[in-house]
């Protein structure tokens, strides 16, 4: 069993920058993947940043070079450094674990790109 906790959404200008965080119940070292994803209202929910165990880093072209996941095994943390954020990236923001073959979510944080 995983639980997560997002926080660190909240309302920033364009061209800003924010710092979510993901943290975990247990050592996120036993999780496979933990990823990063976002949905806004009539769209499904889409990943934009994901790590595997090993470190892998994958982002979709819309987040590359803006985006940063990285994780603190000590805090049992993942996090997502969102820098230059546009408007169209404001959407509720996911933390998504997959462990032992099942899914697990959190239950969201709302990030607003707004001036």
């Known amino acids: 069993q995983v639980q997560l906790v997002e926080s660190g959404g909240g309302l920033v200008q364009p061209g800003g920058s924010l710092r979510l965080s993901c943290a975990a119940s247990?050592?996120?070292?036993?999780?496979?993947?933990m990823s990063w994803y976002r949905q806004t209202p009539g769209k499904e929910r889409a990943l934009v940043a994901s790590?595997?165990?090993?470190?892998?880093?994958n982002y979709p072209d819309s987040v590359k070079g803006r985006f940063t996941i990285s994780r603190d095994f000590a805090k049992n943390t993942v996090y997502l450094q969102m820098n230059s954020l546009k408007p169209e990236d404001t959407a509720v923001y996911y933390c998504?674990?997959?462990?032992?073959?099942?899914?697990?979510w959190g239950k969201g944080t709302l990030v607003t790109v707004s001036s």
């Open positions: 247990g050592s996120i070292f036993r999780i496979n993947v």
């Open positions: 790590m595997d165990s090993g470190g892998y880093t």
């Open positions: 998504y674990a997959f462990y032992n073959a099942v899914n697990y």
